[in-house]
Structures are given as structure tokens and as C-alpha cells.
């Protein structure tokens, strides 16, 4: 129930100014349910593939409405927009492994998937206080980092552990 508040706020950013007291409402709700949507998971031992599969699908709809919301709003240097679609090709590159090998979209919950989806939700902040070069060297990297390490787990991996924490801890 947690993770469709996260779809809904995250369709309903689409509908406000970015930036503007609406988006920060409903943005800071996205990575609130995020949050506690995994910490009550944990703590009741209720994590399953299904709500694995649908922390990722509601992820990945706070990543698009960001994207269609934000991006028209602010300028990005060119190294970043290539740094995101590499980085956006490798992990389509892993989903496709995955898919061809266990017959379903493996997107994992890797500690670097978790960290550069912290530093991606903290963007705006960090962008504010560090620029966009020292963000955006930051979140290259990790988001780089992280979907590489996808890749090498899916290519490795004889069975699909969503909730493997890295290929370093195996």
C-alpha cells in the first residue's frame, strides 16, 4: 500500500510547477513512502518479489515524472546527459540479460542501486549546495558504478536474488 502512494504522488508531480511548494510536498512524500515502504518491509519480514518488483516499478515512475517534470526546467551540461545515457544502456543491457535468462526484469536492490538512488533523490538539494559539477561528477559515478555492478551480478548469477547486496559480498 506504501508503494502506490509513491505511484500516485509520483503521476501527480506531473501536475505541479517544479519546484514550486506543491512539488517538494509531493516529491519529499515519494522519498518518504520509498523509505518507510522498505524499513516496514524489513522489520515485519514481509519482503517479497512481488513487492520488490513493485518498489522498482514505483521507482522507476518517480525517476520518469521527475525527469518529464524537472528536465525542461533547468540546463545540463552535455557530459552529463551522455553520463546518463550510458548509463541508462547499460542497465537496459542488464534488464535484457535478466530477462533472457530468468524470464523476468531482474532489477536488483543492490547497496550502489540504493546509494545512487539516494543521491539521485537528493539532487536538487545537493545541486543547490555543491553546483551542478560536483553533483553531477558524484551521481555519474555512482549511477555508472551501481548499473555496472547490475550487469555483473546478472551475468554471474546462476538465480535471481533481487535483494543481492553487491557483487563485492557474495
Not at 545540463?76 to 524470464?103: D, E, Q
Request: hydrophobic share 55%.
Amino acid at each position: 500500500m506504501i508503494t502506490v502512494t509513491r505511484l500516485v504522488c509520483a503521476a501527480a508531480l506531473l501536475f505541479t510547477a517544479p519546484f514550486s511548494l506543491p512539488f517538494w510536498v509531493l516529491y519529499g512524500s515519494c522519498g518518504a513512502s520509498d523509505f518507510v515502504d522498505g524499513l516496514v518491509a524489513r522489520t515485519m519480514k514481509q519482503q517479497s518479489d512481488l513487492g520488490a518488483k513493485l518498489d522498482s516499478a514505483a521507482d522507476l515512475a518517480f525517476f520518469l515524472a521527475m525527469i518529464i517534470a524537472v528536465i525542461p526546467a533547468v540546463v545540463l551540461p552535455l557530459w552529463i546527459w551522455i553520463c546518463a545515457i550510458v548509463t541508462v544502456l547499460i542497465r537496459m543491457t542488464a534488464y535484457w540479460i535478466g530477462y533472457k535468462k530468468y524470464r523476468t526484469f531482474p532489477a536488483l536492490h543492490t547497496y550502489a542501486n540504493k546509494a545512487a538512488g539516494g543521491f539521485l533523490f537528493g539532487t536538487p538539494v545537493l545541486y543547490a549546495v555543491l553546483g551542478v559539477t560536483a553533483t553531477g561528477v558524484i551521481l555519474c559515478f555512482l549511477a555508472v558504478f551501481s548499473a555496472c555492478e547490475e550487469l555483473l551480478i546478472t551475468v554471474l548469477s546462476k538465480d535471481l536474488d533481487r535483494n543481492c547486496k553487491s557483487v563485492f559480498l557474495r
